[in-house]
Nanobody, 116 residues
Framework: QVRLVESGGGLVQPGGSLKLSCTAS????????MAWYRQARGKQRELVSSIQQGEDANYADSVKGRFTISKDNAENTLYLQMNNLKPEDTALYSC??????????WGQGTQVTVSS
């Protein structure tokens, strides 16, 4: 079983940057999919970015060119670098990992608020 803990959220002004981290209690080396989702108040959860084994990263159109997903297998950590943040990026950001058996795991989330 994998336990995920997100960090790095907070309050930032429009145009600012944040880097989210998602640290796994177990190894992520064999994870088939790793992803960041977000859910704004009153809206459905949406996929922000994902990495699948052997494939390029995917991004929602709304964050392309501003967000970058990456992972550090040695640190068992998934990252989301967010630049040029906009008020519409305000949401609870959660990471998700699918292990090699196809079981998804979710973190509790970290709040990102973009406001002046």
């Amino acid at each position: 079983q994998v336990r995920l803990v997100e960090s790095g959220g907070g309050l930032v002004q429009p145009g600012g940057s944040l880097k989210l981290s998602c640290t796994a209690s177990g190894s992520i080396n064999r994870a088939t999919t790793m992803a960041w989702y977000r859910q704004a108040r009153g809206k459905q959860r949406e996929l922000v970015s994902s990495i699948q084994q052997g494939e390029d990263a995917n991004y929602a159109d709304s964050v392309k060119g501003r967000f970058t997903i990456s992972k550090d297998n040695a640190e068992n950590t998934l990252y989301l670098q967010m630049n040029n943040l906009k008020p519409e990026d305000t949401a609870l950001y959660s990471c998700m990992v699918v292990d090699r058996f196809g079981t998804p795991y979710w973190g509790q989330g970290t709040q990102v608020t973009v406001s002046s």
